[in-house]
C-alpha cells in the first residue's frame, strides 16, 4: 500500500523520494547528481568556475588562429644562389623509360594518353618487344598484332606474372579493347612491311604502335599521320628519305645510317632526340641483347 504525501510537505528523511534516501544506484542527493556529488559537475565536491583555454599565440603576441600550440623554434637553413642547382630534381614527362638520352638522363615515352596516340617504329623487333614489356610494367594492356606469334609467345607468357596483359592476336583480327583512363591499352602492329589498315586504331588511352622493319612504300603515309616517329639504322637511301619527310637536320638524318644496335631517333614535327636502349637483366634473360635486325 502507498502513502501519499500532503501537497507542500516534505517527506521524511529516509522515505522514498526523500533527499538522501537510497535508490536503484545508491544515494541521490537533492541536486540530482548520484553518489552524493554536487551538481556542479566537478568530482571530489570541489566545485569551480569553468576558464577559457589560452589561445596560442605568435612572436607578435597576437592570436594565432587555427594553426595549433605553438612549436619550438630553430635556426632557419638556407643557401646561396650558386647553391640552388645542387636542388634541382630530373623531373620529367609520365611514361615508358625507354632508354637514356646522350646526357645519360632518362628518355620517358608518354605512351599512355587521353587523346589518340600513333607511333610509327621504323627498326627491329627487339626494340619494340622492350616498348612493349615496359607499357605492360607501368599498368597498360599490350595487345599484339602479329603475323608471327612465335617470335612474341615467350614475352607473352613471362609478362605480367601469369596475367594476360600481353596478348596475341593474328593480323586483322584484334577485338575491341575497351580502353580507359583507369585501363589504357598500347595496339602493337607488328604486321611487316605493308600492314593493313587495322581494324583497332587509335583512341582515347589507346595508343597504336606500328612496327616496320624498313621504309616500306606505306611508311610516308604513316610517317605523316603518326604523332611520334622512330629511326633505327637504315641505309643512307632511307635516311634521305626519312630526313626529307620529317623535316630532319642534315646532320641527324646523315647518322641515321651508322647507328648502333639499341640507338633510335625518336622525333616529332617540333622535337628530336637520340635515345639508347638498355635492357635490364631480366630483359636480357628474357630478349637476349640489344639487335636491329632479327
Not at 606474372?161 to 584484334?174: A, E, F, N, S, Y
Request: charged share 15%; net charge positive; with cysteine.
Amino acid at each position: 500500500m502507498s502513502t501519499a504525501t500532503p501537497q507542500g510537505a516534505q517527506p521524511a528523511a529516509g522515505a522514498p523520494g526523500a533527499p538522501g534516501a537510497p535508490g536503484a544506484f545508491g544515494a541521490q542527493s537533492a541536486s540530482g547528481t548520484y553518489g552524493g556529488q554536487p551538481a556542479s559537475g566537478t568530482y571530489g565536491g570541489q566545485a569551480s568556475p569553468a576558464a577559457p583555454l589560452p589561445r596560442p599565440t605568435g612572436r607578435s603576441g597576437r592570436p594565432r588562429f587555427g594553426f595549433g600550440l605553438v612549436g619550438p623554434r630553430r635556426d632557419r637553413h638556407s643557401i646561396s644562389v650558386e647553391q640552388l642547382d645542387a636542388l634541382a630534381l630530373p623531373v620529367g614527362d609520365d611514361g615508358v623509360v625507354i632508354g637514356v638520352d646522350a646526357e645519360g638522363r632518362p628518355a620517358v615515352l608518354g605512351i599512355n594518353r587521353p587523346v589518340p596516340y600513333d607511333v610509327t617504329l621504323i627498326g627491329g623487333l627487339w626494340t619494340a618487344q622492350i616498348l612493349a614489356l615496359r607499357a605492360a610494367a607501368t599498368g597498360a594492356r599490350v595487345a599484339v598484332e602479329t603475323g608471327r606469334a612465335q617470335a612474341w609467345t615467350a614475352l607473352a607468357q613471362a609478362a605480367g606474372g601469369g596475367q594476360p596483359c600481353i596478348t596475341l592476336h593474328d593480323v586483322g583480327r584484334v577485338p575491341p579493347q575497351g580502353a580507359s583512363a583507369g585501363s589504357p591499352v598500347v595496339v602493337v602492329r607488328d604486321c611487316g612491311m605493308r600492314p593493313p589498315r587495322g581494324r583497332v586504331v587509335s583512341a582515347p588511352w589507346q595508343s597504336v604502335v606500328t612496327l616496320l622493319p624498313y621504309l616500306s612504300p606505306v611508311a610516308p603515309r604513316l610517317l605523316e599521320k603518326s604523332s611520334l616517329v622512330g629511326v633505327q639504322r637504315v641505309s643512307p637511301d632511307e635516311a634521305d628519305r626519312i630526313g626529307r619527310i620529317m623535316n630532319l637536320p642534315p646532320q641527324e638524318y646523315g647518322a641515321l645510317s651508322t647507328l648502333a644496335d639499341g640507338v633510335t631517333l625518336w622525333c616529332t614535327p617540333d622535337d628530336r632526340q637520340f635515345v639508347m636502349t638498355q635492357a635490364t637483366d631480366a630483359e636480357t634473360g628474357l630478349l637476349g641483347g640489344a639487335r636491329r635486325m632479327d
